[in-house]
């Protein structure tokens, strides 16, 4: 028998140690198993067509809020052509509404809920001894006739018991993902999360051994899918000590954390960190406490502030901070607020913001009337509009977002931003307002992919805005630091290219 694990890429790096995870407790039965991630961009057509001429007898589909509906097209694609191949879809985007989602997906025999590993085991086990008794398979959903029944979710599984992937995989040298804790103490209301969502975690022990292969290994980047890495500040402490005393001077080290939890003597450890050793993924969410206390975070903004000032003025760590747009009780002035001060805070690190969704098994979702939104039917189910933020605003703020992205997202024009900012006395907010509606009005949208391009339309815009200071020789600097941001950014090639052309857009 053949059975392949298969999903495609996207924004959601755990699908891809899902697979490894899921891998590792069936690789030794008496199947043939196989694993393929297909890249975001490749046709659907041409994923099926790979598959169905694998002639699998069973297809397990990983899939999230950005891939699933893709994923249904090929599944859909891969049952017509060979009906007696088994469908099974997993992931947490169809843990939840399973009965709904395998009664919209007739080309679906089977769903594994909730973390999947020991579910898997159980279903591969049930099939090879000719039991097929599904119905004492906690986590399966299945078929029984026109009927489909949908077993309870699996007790969590144990951290301990789960296998360490790259004892199976080799590393890649650029970028792994690691994972040293399973649930999560994340209870934001558009967080999706299982009903038994505990922490359980890895022992130290086994944490550095792993990661000891890592610096070993020579890693270009770790990145930990733990949400929230630091939920246990002792334990998070001695992850970062081990990682700083065991340098190898070229891997960094990537979490997701809560920078309420920050408390002094990590913050003095971390300033201990080499450069760019430790990236800190902030999920601000917002500034605003009426905000905060809607999504269930109720936390101490002033705090987080302080946090995050500490831990850039160090130096040596970098940290990227997340705003969320479309958020409970958030008007569009609100969200201006809370971007001024994540964009002070940050500093010249990158700054994004993401649309909220309204994701199964989430509690916004069960909140979605009460706060009167408005999303996307199909997933990742985006908020087009809330009862506090018109869809005007919201895809105003969007194109904002795009605007973040390109100019400050990736750490780029950190020089220009910041002197633009202080030489005009504009509010971060206004200053991406102001540059989305001229990129817009000038029909320049499509040419924001090169940096060659973004420079020049920087510039442009800039010079408006300096008219009204009267000063040519600030606007001169400014030009001159927009041409450093862009020397750092692309290859001495491409510089060339463009003092050739020069600043005409």
Known sequence: MKLLLATIESDCRRT?????????????????????????????????????????????????QYNEYQLKRVAELVKKAVPSTAIVFGGMQVSFETRAFMKENLFVDYVIRGEGERVLFNFIKSILSYEFDYENIAGLAYREGDQVVVNPYDAPIDAEALPFPYDRFEADKDVVCYETIRGTSDRTVYSQYLPDARVRALSLGRVCTELRYFLASEVGRVVFLDRFFNYNSERAYRIFEYIINNDNGITSFEFNINGDELDEETLRLLSEARDGQIIFNLDVASTNAEVLGAIGRGENVYRLMYNTTRLLQSGNVRAEITLMAGLPLETEPMFARSFNKAFGMAAGMPVHIRTVCVSKGSALRELADRFGYIYAADAPYEVISTGHMSSDELLRIRGIARTVEAYVGDGGFAGAMPRILNDTGIKPYELFRGLTKYTVKHDLTGKMRKKENLARILYAYAAGLYDELADPVKLDILRDVIYSDLSAAVSEESIKKFDKKGWEL
């Open 16 to 64: 891809d140690m899902a697979i490894k995870s899921l891998y590792c407790v069936v690789a030794d039965s008496p199947m043939k198993v196989k694993t393929k991630i297909f890249g975001r961009n490749d046709l659907y057509m041409d994923i099926f067509e790979e598959i169905a001429e694998g002639r699998y007898n069973i297809v397990y589909f990983h899939a999230n």
